[in-house]
């Protein structure tokens, strides 16, 4: 596959379930169908792209970020609010300055929200965190007292064990990767450039027991794009590999692999033979290139990356197994479904999970809202129907306090009526996806498709 050639993107017109809302808005006392378990006391956020009103961009992925928070209490839905993140670009400021330096502020902070360390952070992968109040309210960026420099990952990994948050910064100038470490309290204690050959648009990366691996991909930086939306695209020339460093930094194994990009990893965990197992979301060239195409603004796009995906042939769950000791890669297939926002049990990152989560499509013009569940030792997968109208975001798992097994708990998902009619919170019993729903919490309002969330119990 070659370089595509450059076209002026269109606005893109976001409608549906994509249209972005208009204002800020506060509810209480929400309706619940079903119960509510008590033991959900927490804030479930979710993080996505909404320009402002009469706003038009290029892109989906650069709109500004505004998160959606529903309180849960003791069996009640308390309130719902929605706040843009009040970042310097979404004040106006430029994000790169007449000097040509980047300002790592004027960011659209749309992509995640994470808490770590008693802070909450709005994250996007082209500059700094943005530090919320448990109200929503945007307290600035955060630069962890001046120790970062780079630009923060929208998709840092927690250790289950240390608690230390380990994350990354790409940029377009050298060193074009940068791996950072927090500490279990929140100290910024290493920084490392890690060696690649160009400015790869590194989205995602994992972390296992004792290693780092990278993703590093054929989806790099093209200066002829900049101010034209996102400003990145296939070089076939680039290569694919896979990347396997020490906690600590020092010397990176890579693993050559079949060209593909990968915008999300599942898990990552080493083996008993010492072999370094990754499973993520795998796009081919072509169903890379005509996705990235029909969210870019090139085509009015048809839904979100499922479904862009899924119209072009289909994104699917993939395992790549590492073995240090041949330096040779298998690379297998796991399922032919089109999927995305694959999830798991956070307290097994890094280590070896059966199960997996994701967000599905289940037919070729994306009508069809599927939640799944993978169990990825037997091969076998379950899943909870949304009906032809309904598309759901992530679905974030949410353990049960005193859990005896690993998928005994809930999936909390916003659920959106495609046509942008309105959206529920969806509480499913992660145990038995094919159970009715726990609970559904109908929400003020739509909420737009948007990317990655987390749940924040009480109790942190």
């Known amino acids: ?70 309180r849960l209490r003791e069996g009640r839905a308390e309130w719902y609010r929605n706040r843009w993140v009040r970042t310097r670009r979404l004040a106006g400021d430029p994000y790169l300055r007449q000097d040509g330096t980047r300002d790592l502020a004027a960011v659209h902070a749309n992509t995640h929200v994470i808490e770590h360390a008693g802070r909450l952070l709005a994250l996007v992968e082209s500059g700094l965190p943005y530090e919320l109040t ?65 400015p790869t648009m590194a989205h995602d990366f994992a972390i296992t027991q004792n290693h780092v691996v990278w993703l590093d991909l054929p989806v790099v930086f093209d200066m002829s794009l900049v101010g034209r939306g996102m400003p990145y695209q296939w070089n076939d020339n680039y290569g694919a590999r896979l ?109 070896g999970n059966r199960y997996l989560y994701a967000v599905a499509d289940d037919s070729p013009t994306g009508e069809n809202g599927v939640v799944l569940k993978y169990d990825t030792r037997t091969g076998a997968s379950q899943a909870h129907e949304l009906g032809r109208d309904h598309v759901s975001s992530e679905a974030v798992f949410v353990p049960a306090a005193d859990g005896r097994s690993e998928d005994e708990g809930w999936l909390l998902s916003i659920v959106t009526d495609r046509a942008g009619a309105a959206s529920d919170l969806l509480v ?24 990655h969330g987390s749940w924040v119990p009480d109790t942190n």
């Open 1 to 70: 596959m070659t370089e595509s050639t450059h076209e002026e993107p269109r606005p893109i017109d976001l409608k549906g379930y994509l249209t972005p809302v208009p204002d800020e808005i506060d509810a209480v006392e929400l309706p619940v169908t079903g119960v509510l378990p008590p033991e959900l006391t927490g804030r479930y956020l979710r993080n996505g792209p909404n320009p402002l009103p009469g706003e038009r961009t290029p892109h989906w992925f650069v709109g500004h970020g505004m998160i959606h928070g529903i």
């Open 134 to 198: 448990p109200e929503l309210d945007t307290l600035g960026p955060c630069d962890f007292g001046g120790r970062l420099t780079t630009a923060m990952t929208a998709h840092p990994k927690e250790d289950p064990v240390t608690g230390e948050l380990h994350f990354f910064g790409y940029g377009v100038e050298p060193p074009y990767l940068t791996y950072h470490r927090l500490s279990a309290d929140g100290e910024l204690r290493r920084s490392v450039p890690v060696d690649v050959p160009g």
């Open 243 to 351: 990347g396997v460093m020490p906690h600590d930094g020092g010397d990176v194994r890579w693993f050559e692999i079949e060209p593909c990009y990968v915008f999300h990893v599942g898990n990552a965990w080493e083996d008993e033979a010492g072999r370094v197992v990754i499973d993520g979301v795998r796009y081919s060239p072509e169903v890379w290139h005509r996705s990235w195409t029909s969210i870019g603004g090139s085509t009015t796009p048809a839904g979100g990356p499922v479904a862009a995906a899924a119209a072009q042939g289909g994104t699917c769950l993939y395992r790549w197994t590492l073995d240090p000791a041949t330096g040779k890669v298998h690379e297998e297939q796991l399922d032919d479904r089109w999927i995305e926002f694959p999830t798991l049990n956070d307290g097994l990152v890094g280590r």
């Open 428 to 451: 499913l019993d992660a145990a038995d996806l094919a159970a009715p729903p726990v609970a559904t919490v109908r929400l003020p309002r739509r909420v737009p498709a948007g990317f």
